[in-house]
């Protein structure tokens, strides 16, 4: 396949991500409120643990186990996201890692630029397609595959849910000075943005934006900003140095929220065999002149 082929954007996917983006706009005229706001906060931020706890460091890296119908829950919040259904999200992950900034590393910066890895690789038609070989043992569960299959269900139907939500708490509950309209906006609109460039700056800015403490083979790079922003996502240079741990900030130091989040989940008994990280790869392969933060 060509350069061309490869990098030919899938127009019916890209005109509802630019419309979603046009949508905030509107904000203009739903104004806002309290409620909205924190509502949006609280679903930008459950919804970001699915994707770093559920997406990411489970059906991606195997990091630790859990139940079948957690495994759904989870699979099922993160689809809200309108990051596509978790086999997809899964195995361009393994891809990535398998070519880490290597011209088959499909949102690599350093082989394709900034803004094609941020965003241009996901609405691209080579990329919509899911590699199954990669992630065999998750294909096997049906409710994961329909949910890959109709990843678009879920995004809608919540979107509606969000605005049926504001039309009843209108008239419910009117001192919270919120409607659908609003919460639709704030909820769904703003909120799924914030979470997709998020989610997006880990694939680009963190291979061009950070340190690096760990000699690995690509380009990738801690950064603090980007660990607050993304619940601990942005210790990128340790997640790439060993990507089976549970935990990506190895220091105390380190905020990883998601990993606080796990470690709660299994003090409960919901998730189990949290992989740890060994004290001899956590002081192997350092970069000696590197900032230890």
Avoid at 74 to 99: E, P
Avoid at 232 to 252: K, T
Wanted: include cysteine.
């Amino acid at each position: 396949m060509g350069k061309a082929a490869i990098n030919r954007l899938d127009w019916l996917r890209v005109l509802p991500f630019i419309a979603l983006h046009l949508a905030c706009i509107s904000v203009i005229w739903v104004g806002w409120s309290r409620f909205a706001i924190v509502f949006a906060i609280v679903l930008y931020l459950l919804r970001m643990f699915a994707i770093t706890a559920f997406y990411h460091r489970y059906f991606s890296h195997k990091a630790f186990r859990t139940s079948r119908a957690l495994q759904f829950v989870f699979a099922l919040i993160g689809a809200t996201a309108v990051q596509r259904g978790a086999l997809w999200w899964a195995a361009h992950h393994r891809n990535h890692h398998a070519h880490s900034d290597r011209v088959q590393d499909s949102h690599s910066p350093v082989q394709h630029g900034f803004m094609w890895s941020h965003s241009g690789w996901f609405l691209s038609e080579s990329n919509f397609a899911t590699e199954i070989d990669r992630v065999k043992e998750l294909a096997k569960f049906p409710e994961l595959r329909w949910l890959n299959r109709f990843d678009v269900i879920v995004p809608v139907i919540f979107a509606f849910a969000i605005y049926c939500l504001g039309d009843w708490l209108q008239t419910t509950a009117p001192q919270l000075g919120t409607n659908g309209w609003q919460l639709l906006v704030w909820g769904f609109v703003i909120s799924t943005l914030v979470l997709y460039h998020a989610t997006f700056s880990i694939n680009s800015l963190a291979h061009l934006w950070g340190s690096r403490r760990y000699a690995t083979t690509d380009q990738s790079r801690n950064n603090l900003w980007l660990a607050l922003l993304t619940l601990g996502e942005g210790w990128h240079n340790n997640h790439h140095h060993y990507p089976g741990s549970a935990r990506q900030g190895f220091f105390w130091w380190e905020l990883d929220l998601t990993y606080y989040g796990l470690k709660l989940m299994a003090a409960f008994g919901l998730i189990w065999d949290l992989r740890p990280l060994p004290a001899k790869a956590r002081a192997s392969r350092l970069i000696k002149e590197s900032n230890p933060s």
